[in-house]
């Protein structure tokens, strides 16, 4: 076979000059990754020997060696796990996740604006955010301290070794080697300013700071006639360990092994339970959100050992998807070591773990809630959104979600709870307000709120895409049922009435509030039938209103309809094509339709200038919504024409 040339998809060659030349602060961090990627090759291969141990070649006994050679200048990071044939090598090393390659280019280049930013102050610019290990590009951070790049690998069970090498400017090569054993070697060329990495003393100093937390020996290969090899790590699973031998580094390093993560843990539980099932858990928080958090397949996060036997990543019985920011080990002493993927979705014990991981879980957030509500908050902001995925999902765990949650309201500039919305609820209110949007300063400024601000109403300002689907799903929360403030029907006039009031409404004969009413309406009654002329089928009603206090117009939902903020996100990913036609709601107070029901009242037929300004005032009532205008040129024209007549 001769050697064969591959260009590397677009987004990796963006990323490898990026990689190589913005990333100097960490370099070390290179041999970090390539350790990490070896161990992990070692797991696969002792998991995928359990079911054919015929893949093994030699003892069985792994290891990770790094031989050093300062003549050639090269470091190589060589290991007996699983290896990888031709195709694993023009898929794993020729491509990556588009979406992560891009989010880890847009946090890279927020990184380095930040720097500059302090640098500009005159801060300490040290210390970049290294975000390698998060996106799942480790290997390509070799080119950080290489100019060239050669990987050494057989597959267990497979005949053929191949050799693949780049220089990472844009193109590899893939030719037929030879290895006597399964197994990888990454040879690193390293540039002649990075020779440090070929110091023996350097290199046990990065395997002590970064890798002592790997479960196989790291070896560094004797040099020279009188040197002998040396074992740099404990080269025992830390999760194995006592929790008083472990340093809060080691903890930390083994997060970023262990989560392909780099921020600091937000919280760490390790645990370890015995007796009539055995196991031991170390779980980590993160502080920050993960790039593949909305991932459609919502992968959970836990890796899955037996008697400290790798046996799966992404273990989804060990934890509810809505805990997929979860990241850690599960160590069990009663599964099986044969034990399937399909045999995990069924199995009793797995079951009982994954109750008692949740219960765990869900403890030390509440803890954490108490005793640091601020800390609690910053978490929230960053998972709430995930754990509202389980209020829909859950039922058994509903109400400890429930207690959990934490919003965004008219009345706090923080977040609060249900319990904090029901204990300030006003006198004659039975009912959660909410209204949803995509951002809370602009939502907390809706015309539909007016009235509910001037009663002192508070309203929850959901931004979740998850809150509308949710909602439906909880329907009350302590007997209090929740209703949109953009839906008809909001009552607002016995809000804010004491009991006593309440009750003197009731003993009224029935027909005085409907009087009120009725004088309310007929009031503008000429202008609400003009209106419902000029504009037709474009609203579906227009009524009073008694939620508007500034604005003149707002639309809301018919009681029954679909929430406006929802059947927008519908139509954005074309589950709908049409819009149900809105309710446009009047302020018969407002000076605007004052001087408008005058001109309705005059006119024989529909006055030109109140059926231009029908169309105008549903325009801007989209707009405010964010809605895109039907007719832009039309509003144009309407705009200018009612301005020419003087309207105002």
Known sequence: MTKETFSFQAEVSKLLDIVAHALYSHKEIFLR???SNASDACDKLRYEALVNPGLLQDSGIFQVTLVTD????????????IGMNRDDLVETLGTIARSGTQAFMDALTASKDAKEKKKKKGDDAGGDIDLIGQFGVGFYSSFMVADKVEVTTRKAGEDKAWLWTSDGTGEFTIDEASRDQHGTDVTVHLKKEDKEFLDAAR???????????????IILAAEGKDAEEKTLNQASALWTRAKKDISDDEYKEFYHHVGQMWDEPWLTLHNRVEGVMSYTSLLYLPSSRPFDLFNAERKTQLKLYVKR?????NCDELLPSYFRFVRGVVDSEDLPLNISREMLQHNPALAKIKKALTK?????LKKKAEKAPEDYAQFWDNFGAVLKEGLYEDFENRETLLELARFHSTSEDGLITLKDYIGRMKDGQDTIFYISGEDADTIAQSPQL??????????????????????PSVGQFEEKSFKSATRGGAELSNIGKSKDDTKDDEAKDGDDKKNEDAEKTSKIEPLLAAFKVALGDKVKDVRASDRLTDSPVCLVADDGDMDMHIERIMKQHNQINEATPR?????PDHALISKLVVKAKKAEGIDPVVEE????LLDQARIVEGEPLADPMAFSKRLASVMEKGLI
Request: aromatic share 10%; proline share 3%; charged share 25%.
């Open 33 to 35: 990754e390539l350790i």
């Open 70 to 81: 300062k003549k050639a200048k090269t470091l190589t990071i060589a290991d007996n796990g």
């Open 203 to 217: 290199i046990e100093h990065i395997v002590k700071t970064y890798s002592d937390h790997i479960g196989i020996p």
């Open 309 to 313: 036997v790798y046996i799966t990543d």
């Open 360 to 364: 765990r879980v869900f403890n030390e």
């Open 450 to 471: 007016e009235g509910f601000k001037a009663k002192g109403v508070e309203v929850l300002l959901l931004t979740d895409p998850v809150d509308e689907f949710w909602i």
């Open 583 to 587: 309710v446009m709601e009047i302020n």
């Open 613 to 616: 300004a029908a169309y105008l």
